[in-house]
């Protein structure tokens, strides 16, 4: 129970308790003030009748006593009258049997006037000659007394109305603050850092408002001074000083991470953009000019990247440039690489170097290592100087599926015929047991073999077919969560960015989660850094959809942007996961080391639970526990296992 209601029971029950007395003080008093004036004007009559009758009794004149008693008793205010001599013998008796009118039967049960009766010996000298007993009737009191307890309670509610209304509006206006400051640690806890504007006149409120202030901006400083550390950190450490691209550490940590990315099938292609007569440029234009130059090629190099999905753009030696594109097969490399060509042209009419660049490109898959990779590359680039006219070249591989029209025969048919197959890895804690379990999807090319799944999910992407297929894997799931209640754990299905920023895709998932509202907390999404911070409103709005559902969402790849950290206090995120760049090979990399144990430090205090994943060893699991990551995910735990089993 809030405060609030708790004074205003107290203050209700109080004023209840004073009203109540007070009611049942004023109604008491007035049935003891008409007890006893009934009383007193019972026997005065009685005395008054009394000395009134003594010459007609002594004459023996009882028509003029009768006369006189009746115009007494008609009176209505007695019920009993009776004139007798001392004797015994009765002259003249009256009786009122007239009911009580206009008083509930219940009031007069539980509120009793006694009726008193007098008596009034009638003397003739000194002579006792007869004996008046008169006895009161209690209707005149008990409607007096109904019709003033009427009114007691009337204005008793009506003041106990206006009483809690006043202090109603007073409480109101007091604790107003205390609301605030609630508003205030809630949004806190949502990752934002208001400060209530109207302080309080009461002195110990507004202690409370101006120390929740100071926390408040306290908090925000230590994260925004935390967030920009380890962002300033992660620059130095893996960002070139000139370009701001990855440097070469970077490079070999994203590209290894590519290749052994099991979820993802490790395929994918790299292309080395080298630059032609670098120093002879140094020599005419100068150095400004070369760094600027430099500068140019690599913005150029991010535009054109930014069309793939997780692509990484770097500078892995002084003339050298590398793009990783994580999940392309030839046909794919063939459009980066013309894209990349087309780029160099263009800086190179601006700049009027007539052969600015070469771009080569070598495809690898899981079991490729970097330095055949980097001899491929090499070859492909040699091809492309040989050709001219900042030209690339591609190094021939076979690939799942030849072109676009075939990829997008094979996707869509997979579609259409329902024919995806779901496979789900477990997400552990700390005490092995799951906390969700990610879904991974596989389909078949016409030889019957699985494709490597990072290669489809990419063309799915490029051919528009995306929203298709998280639309039936969400299907898949929900079905599989509502068909075996409390058998699975809560799935995740990966969304495309496409997906996330589509307003049909979210009006779908609106109404899917209106038609199946038992998913709740059991249906996840994650969604890729990369995805989620290339609009970060949309992205927002996308969370909000799914929270509102008490849905969850994971970041995934955490840590392959440089401008992640920002990000974090913007989108309301449940998890993020850590890109496997970070994770691999955690035993041995302090660099890496202390920059998890920062990030997990920023998202803890976020309220934010921290992944990891690609573990694949006990050492690694330790490594992650030591650092206060208590959530993985890795084949060390499970490999992925068929949902329909």
């Known amino acids: 129970m809030t405060l609030s209601r708790q004074l205003i029971t107290l203050i209700s029950i109080t004023f209840l308790l004073i009203f109540s007395g007070t009611f049942w003080i004023s109604v008491e008093n007035t049935r003891s003030y008409l007890m006893l004036q009934l009383a007193t004007q019972t026997q005065n009559t009685a005395n008054s009748l009394g000395l009134s009758l003594v010459p007609h009794l002594q004459r023996g004149d009882v028509a003029a006593m009768d006369t006189m008693i009746n115009a007494v008793f008609d009176s209505g205010y007695y019920k009993s009258l009776s004139l007798s001599k001392m004797s015994g013998k009765v002259l003249i008796e009256r009786e009122n049997t007239s009911r ?228 392309t097969d030839i046909t794919l490399a063939h459009e980066a690489g013309q894209a990349i060509s087309s780029a160099v042209i263009e800086l190179a009419d601006t700049t009027g170097v007539v052969e600015l660049a070469h771009t080569g490109i070598a495809l690898f898959h899981h079991d490729s290592r970097i330095s055949e990779i980097m001899v491929d590359a090499d070859a492909a680039l040699a091809t492309a100087s040989h050709s001219g006219g900042n030209s690339y070249a591609v190094q021939n591989k076979t690939s799942a599926a030849q072109g676009n029209i075939a990829w997008k025969q094979l996707i869509e048919k997979a579609i259409q015929s329902n024919s995806i197959r779901l496979l789900a890895q477990p997400v552990l804690n700390r005490q092995h047991q799951v906390v969700y379990s990610e879904i991974l999807i596989r389909i078949r090319d016409q030889a019957d073999s699985d494709i490597a799944p990072g290669i489809f999910s990419a063309m799915a992407d490029r051919l528009g077919l995306n929203e298709s297929l998280d639309q039936l894997t969400i299907m898949q799931a929900s079905a599989l969560i509502e068909a075996h209640k409390g058998k699975h754990s809560p799935l995740a299905v990966n969304l495309s960015p496409h997906s996330i920023r589509s307003p049909t895709f979210n009006h779908w998932l609106e109404q899917h989660y209106l038609q199946h509202a038992g998913l709740g907390d059991q249906l996840l999404f994650e969604i890729s850094e990369h995805g989620l911070l290339q609009d970060i409103t949309q992205a927002a709005a996308f969370i909000t959809l799914v929270h509102a559902h008490r849905g969850k969402v994971v970041m995934e790849h955490f840590g392959t942007r440089l401008s992640s950290f920002q990000a974090l206090r913007q989108l309301k995120v449940d998890y993020i996961k850590l890109s496997g760049s970070y994770t691999r090979d955690i035993t041995v990399n302090s660099d890496n080391r202390f920059f998890l144990q920062t990030v997990t430090d920023i998202a803890h205090g976020l309220d934010i639970e921290v992944i990891a994943e690609q573990i694949e060893t006990a050492a690694d699991a330790e490594a992650m526990q030591a650092l206060g990551i208590n959530v993985m995910q890795g084949y060390y735990f499970g490999e992925p296992a068929s949902l329909q089993a």
């Not at 009737?137 to 204005?155: S, V």
């Not at 009483?163 to 609630?182: D, F, G, Q, T, W």
């Not at 070999?252 to 991470?257: F, T, V």
């Open 100 to 327: 009580i009118e206009g008083v509930p039967q219940w009031f007069i049960e539980h509120l009793n006037l006694q009726t008193p009766h007098a008596e009034s010996i009638i003397t003739t000298g000194w002579i006792q000659a007869g004996r008046l007993t008169l006895v009161a009737h209690p209707g005149f009191a008990y409607k007096k007394l109904w019709e003033t307890t009427q009114q007691t309670l009337l204005w008793s509610l009506l003041a106990f109305l206006v009483s809690m209304i006043a202090v109603l509006s007073i409480l109101r206006a007091i604790l107003r603050p205390l609301k605030a400051v609630e508003d205030q640690a809630l949004a806190i806890c949502e990752r934002d850092f208001p400060i209530v504007g109207q302080i309080p006149r009461t002195r110990e409120l507004k202690r409370m408002v101006l120390a929740m202030n100071r926390m408040s901006a306290k908090l925000k400083s230590i994260i925004s001074k935390l967030s920009e550390r380890a962002e300033q950190m992660r620059r130095d450490a893996l960002a070139d000083p000139l370009t701001g691209l990855a440097n070469r550490r970077a490079f070999n940590a994203m590209l290894e991470h590519a290749i052994h990315d099991r979820e993802q099938g490790g395929a994918g292609s790299l292309a080395i953009i080298r630059i032609s007569g670098f120093a002879d440029y140094n020599r005419q234009h100068g150095i400004q000019a070369g760094d600027d130059l430099l500068i140019d090629i690599a913005n150029k190099l991010s535009v054109t990247a930014a069309s793939w999905h997780m692509a990484t753009v770097a500078r892995i030696t002084g003339t050298d440039f590398a793009v990783i594109l994580p999940q």
